[in-house]
């Protein structure tokens, strides 16, 4: 199946750890986000890529680093999480052409 | 700043009852209005892109039209299976490259 996909969808971890967030496209996008979605559904964008280089860095606390190993991934990696950290992350992907973007299933990150 | 409002907040219909969302937007140049449907769970799923005043397009029980200022989802004899919550998105020119969304809609169509 052509689509976004993302690893692990649940992660529940304690205050403290460290975590990463897995996400691969292969619809052959150039562009790829992620988002977080709060407990109020609420969505924001966090962070872009194209091509491997990094677009948009929101006002993303510095625990947060993305890593995009070629232009079909594009991993989050949280360093000393905090219970503010628990929410929904969504990975997203567009192609060169088109603003439209398309998401991946999402990670249900909770921190105790 | 650019900002996007979505009313109401939730919705109740009957099956076959009509209704329209709701999607006002300030930006200083819009580059292109967005409908996301995200059901329960899941990501969100791109409906629809317009790019000027005037545009509307169609996809089954859906209608996507546009204004300066708004824009409406109109749903014609809603199913059961349309609830889910809509999500209304905009990219603006000459900014940052990113999509600002709404809060969403919570749409529940009783059969």
């Known amino acids: 199946d052509t689509a976004v996909s993302q690893t692990p969808k649940y992660l529940v971890t304690q205050m403290g750890n460290d975590k990463s967030i897995k996400c691969e496209q292969n619809l052959g996008h150039d562009t790829m986000y992620w988002y977080k979605q709060d407990s109020k559904k609420f969505l924001k964008i966090m962070f872009s890529y194209n091509n491997k280089e990094l677009i948009i860095n929101e006002t993303v606390p510095n625990r947060f680093s993305p890593k995009s190993p070629d232009k079909a991934h594009l991993n989050l990696h949280i360093n000393s999480l905090e219970l503010g950290d628990s929410a929904v992350y969504f990975c997203a992907s567009s192609p060169p052409t088109s603003d439209e973007q398309y998401f991946g299933p999402g990670t249900r990150l909770t921190v105790t | 700043e650019d900002q996007v409002t979505q009313s109401p907040e939730a919705l109740r219909l009957q099956e076959g009852e009509s209704s329209s969302l709701n999607c006002s937007y300030t930006v200083s140049g819009l580059r292109g209005l967005f409908w996301y449907r995200q059901d329960p769970g899941k990501g969100p799923e791109f409906l629809f892109t317009l790019y000027s005043a005037g545009e509307e397009k169609e996809k089954e029980r859906l209608k996507a039209t546009l204004t300066k200022k708004e824009s409406f989802l109109h749903i014609t004899a809603p199913k059961p299976e349309d609830s889910a919550t809509y999500l209304c998105?905009?990219?603006?020119?000459?900014?940052?490259?990113?999509?600002?969304f709404g809060k969403g809609m919570k749409l529940t169509v009783n059969p």
């Open positions: 998105a905009l990219f603006s020119q000459g900014g940052s490259e990113k999509l600002v």
